[in-house]
């Protein structure tokens, strides 16, 4: 799924036009992207949760050469699946909605 199927998806869901469906969903990503820059956590309840976590300094290979590369220390995003969307036997559940809804 892109960015283009999300804005589709809001537009059919809401009855919004898809203009405005593309306003929100780059408002949410925006919105998403300067709390994580920031280091904040975001909690989706029912979703999940995005984190930002420290990256340590390393030694990686190039894989053409061989040859040692250092690996900087930074930070990296981790994403944490909720219950709702947990696995069983391969498959994603839906334990909370109460509704099963094969296109969103």
Excluded at 93 to 101: A, P
């Amino acid at each position: 799924m892109i960015k283009l199927d999300i804005i589709n998806r809001v537009a059919e869901k809401t009855g919004v036009p898809k203009m405005k469906a593309e306003q929100a969903v780059d408002a949410l990503f925006h919105s998403m992207k300067e709390a994580l820059t920031r280091g904040e956590r975001i909690e989706l309840r029912g979703f999940g949760v995005f984190v930002v976590k420290p990256r340590k300094r390393g030694v990686g290979r190039n894989p053409r050469t061989g040859e040692e590369v250092a690996i900087p220390s930074g930070k990296t995003i981790r994403f944490k699946p909720g219950k709702e969307l947990q696995h069983e036997d391969g498959e994603l559940t839906d334990h909370g909605s109460g509704e099963r809804d094969s296109d969103f």
